[in-house]
């Protein structure tokens, strides 16, 4: 329903604490890996969903990464940032067709996207949806 | 002219605890959060309020209070701020106050001065968890006396049994139409229904094609409007029912503005898009109880005898002299709508001025069918403002066969009863067909809910039977020596037919 409380989680879940007023007094909000996106022209026909990395299967960000820094993990299928190795120049950022790596600004000045939290049990964007608008699925048959 | 409107409502927003995330911003229908771009963070117009609770609901950090207000401190014992609104908002529009939900005011809600029995010494209860307790209700005409044939070693039943409605337990949704709350909602009620082993009712909205699926848990509505009536419409159904009236708004027709008439609508009622529904009162034809006993059996032909008709009243100064009527007009089960029964639109003073409790009605109608000797040819369902299992105990107590639930069932679904339905305007996707906002409503979560609400009421309800020694609603049913009163005058304790607490 285009609420965005996904954002919140997920930024709140990279930001590795709980306290959601500590991490945004003290800065320490990074960057959201999801992002809300609509078409509100047609008033009958109103669109609007979540939108993350879909972990693409030729990655324009790994081919656009000045250092490399960006591959596809064979196993997962997850499309993984190297945080040692990004140096923040956002090519990336301009390369994604979907729009869905983000600069990391506030926090760790390097970009950021959806890596499917792999080793929570829920991903906090799923889990906290109001309106049970996201699920996740293993596609690996 | 200059508007003396003052807004209900004060929005509060503590700025150590609001992140300025804007999901206040985009949750509220009514246009009251917004991002200014200068000040760089959210900003509220109280003005707009309607008092939702939405955004204090989704508030991440808890930042948002919405409180009624003071906005006038002045005036009297008699002229209340509220009285003042509400004269200068017809000096300004010259117009009818619309409203929503039940009545606003007062009065007193009898269910709160009913106790109840309960088993101890002399007559033990019985534990819910090791016996069984059985809460099935059979709705529909009942004979007086059974006929069984004991010749040929085999019982065999010679007396013919009408078509019954089987419930799991005495609950039912009652009349929400497609139109007055959103298709989610409507799908919502009907899977609940289905899934938990009751009934919905379409109420005067018709039944929308995709809903017919749920046709055997459906009871239709045959209202003024004629809205959606037509052979399909009464073949999926598994009861019909007549509305004759209705409780928020007794001896007046139903209103459903043509803003709220889309393509959806109206293709289901089966009138031009946009314009107003007008459910006139009466039935323009039935006039008399003759006509309305020519109605029932045209419907009982129509549908071969095989489904029970219904006759829904509202609850007036003679309900009882009406409903003897109508039972002997013919009706397998009538309902009574109280006076708190609630309603997508209607004037403001019809809803909190006309009709009578439920409480009173009930025990009249009951007492006055038994007397007539008529009591087990239709069932009775009261309806109007039953918020708990216990006001279903006692109502069952005071002689209902089961219960409609209305606003309950709303706010089992999100429903924070701010009475702003009648805008066509509902952040919780329930009162509206603005897609944008139906969308909240998702129907997975909302039947889920009123599951779960109807499970707890059944566990509630089987807990304080076993308390009473009682192990069968059947054995409840009228029962009033189970009931007392406290704080109410020998009139009224004489009218619901118990006795006074210590007595």
């Avoid at chain 1, 047609?42 to 820094?69: R, W």
């Avoid at chain 2, 009297?76 to 039940?102: C, F, H, R």
């Avoid at chain 2, 109502?395 to 009475?419: E, F, P, Q």
Wanted: charged letters at 25%; glycine letters at 8%.
């Amino acid at each position: 329903m285009g609420c965005g409380i996904c954002r919140i989680h997920c930024a709140l879940s990279a930001a590795g604490t709980d306290d959601l007023l500590k991490a945004y007094r003290l800065n320490k909000l990074p960057a959201s890996r999801i992002r809300i996106d609509e078409n509100l022209i047609d008033k009958k026909h109103p669109l609007m969903f979540a939108i993350q990395c879909i972990q693409c299967e030729q990655p324009e960000c790994v081919e656009s990464c000045l250092t490399g820094a960006i591959h596809k993990d064979l196993k997962t299928g997850v499309v993984i940032i190297n945080k040692d190795k990004c140096i923040g120049c956002w090519t990336c950022v301009l390369a994604c067709p979907y729009s869905c790596i983000f600069p990391d600004i506030s926090v760790s000045k390097r970009a950021v996207k959806c890596e499917l939290c792999l080793d929570k049990e829920s991903p906090p964007c799923v889990a906290g949806c109001p309106n049970n608008a996201l699920i996740v699925e293993d596609e690996r048959a | 002219m200059k508007s003396f409107q003052l807004s209900k409502y004060k929005v509060d927003r503590d700025r150590e605890k609001c992140i300025d995330c804007k999901v206040c911003v985009n949750q509220c229908g009514f246009g009251v959060h917004s991002f200014d771009e200068d000040f760089e963070h959210v900003v509220s117009n109280d003005e707009k309020c309607a008092g939702c609770s939405r955004c204090v609901s989704f508030c991440p950090t808890g930042a948002l209070e919405v409180r009624r207000r003071q906005v006038l401190d002045v005036g009297n014992a008699n002229w209340t701020p509220d009285v003042l609104l509400d004269i200068y908002k017809q000096s300004e529009t010259g117009g009818v106050l619309l409203s929503s939900m039940g009545c606003d005011l007062d009065y007193p809600i009898y269910w709160d001065k009913i106790l109840l029995n309960a088993s101890q010494v002399t007559n033990p209860s019985i534990d819910p968890l090791r016996e069984p307790m059985e809460l099935r209700t059979y709705l529909g005409n009942k004979p007086d006396s059974l006929d069984i044939d004991y010749s040929g070693g085999d019982k065999k039943l010679k007396t013919k049994l009408s078509v019954q409605l089987e419930l799991k337990l005495p609950v039912l949704f009652s009349a929400m139409s497609f139109g007055a709350i959103s298709f989610n909602a409507c799908y919502s009620l009907a899977r609940a229904a289905w899934e938990y082993g009751t009934f919905y009712n379409t109420g005067e909205g018709g039944l929308h094609k995709s809903l017919y699926k749920y046709g055997k848990r459906t009871i239709v509505q045959v209202a003024s409007g004629r809205f959606g009536v037509e052979k399909d419409y009464l073949d999926a159904a598994a009861a019909v029912e007549i509305k004759i009236g209705q409780g928020a708004k007794p001896g007046i027709g139903g209103h459903l503005p043509g803003e709220k008439v889309d393509e959806e609508i109206s293709q289901t009622r089966m009138i031009p898009v946009g314009s107003d529904a007008l459910s006139p009162a009466p039935h323009h034809d039935v006039y008399s109880i003759e006509d309305l006993r020519q109605l029932i059996y045209a419907i009982k032909e129509a549908t071969n005898y095989e489904k029970p008709v219904i006759v829904k009243i509202a609850a007036v100064h003679n309900v009882a002299a009406i409903a003897s009527g109508i039972v002997r007009a013919g009706a397998d089960v009538i309902a009574i709508d109280g006076f708190r029964g609630s309603t997508g639109a209607a004037p403001k003073r019809i809803r909190d001025n006309v009709g009578i409790p439920i409480e009173l009605a009930l025990a009249a109608v009951d007492e006055r069918l038994r007397q007539d000797g008529i009591r087990s040819r239709a069932s009775i369902i009261a309806a109007g403002g039953f918020r708990n299992s216990a006001d279903i105990i006692k109502a069952i107590a005071l002689g209902a066969d089961a219960i409609y639930i209305g606003t309950a069932a709303l706010v089992a679904m999100g429903c924070h009863v701010c009475g702003k339905c009648y805008t066509g305007i509902c952040n919780w996707g329930i009162a509206t067909q603005n897609p944008y906002l139906v969308r909240r409503l998702n129907p997975e979560i909302a039947s889920l809910r009123l599951v779960n609400l109807l499970k707890a009421w059944e566990h509630e309800m089987k807990e304080i039977l076993g308390g009473m020694g009682i192990n069968a609603i059947e054995s409840l049913r009228g029962n009033r020596h189970h009931l007392r009163g406290v704080g109410l005058s020998q009139v009224e304790l004489d009218i619901l037919g118990i006795r006074m607490a210590g007595q």
